[in-house]
């Protein structure tokens, strides 16, 4: 399987660019001064060789930081998807 390039999409876009190559996003939200919602990161990097159902991590910006939050998100299949959030003073 080859790993799509989202990098520079949205978060929705790129989660449903990565589902239909046969491989599952893990949504990382990350400070940042880009545009909240869009991916700035992925890895593996785009156009690599992959196994299908590989995790790919793409990095989300969710706007500045006023305080330090990461939202993880896993999707083992299009129907089912848990999300764990973990905020540090």
């Known amino acids: 399987m080859k790993v799509p390039a989202v990098q520079g999409t949205t978060q929705a876009d790129a989660v449903s660019a990565i589902t239909k190559a046969g491989l599952v996003p893990i949504v990382i939200q990350v400070p ?10 992925q890895d593996p990097a ?9 995790k790919v991590r793409i990095n989300v ?20 998807a848990t999300t764990v959030t973990t905020t540090t003073p």
């Open 61 to 80: 910006s969710g706007g500045p930081a006023s305080t330090q939050t990461q939202t993880v998100t896993t999707s083992e299949t299009t129907t089912t």
């Open 32 to 41: 940042s001064q880009q545009a909240e919602g869009n991916v700035i990161a």
């Open 46 to 54: 785009p156009n690599q060789q992959v196994r299908a159902g590989s």
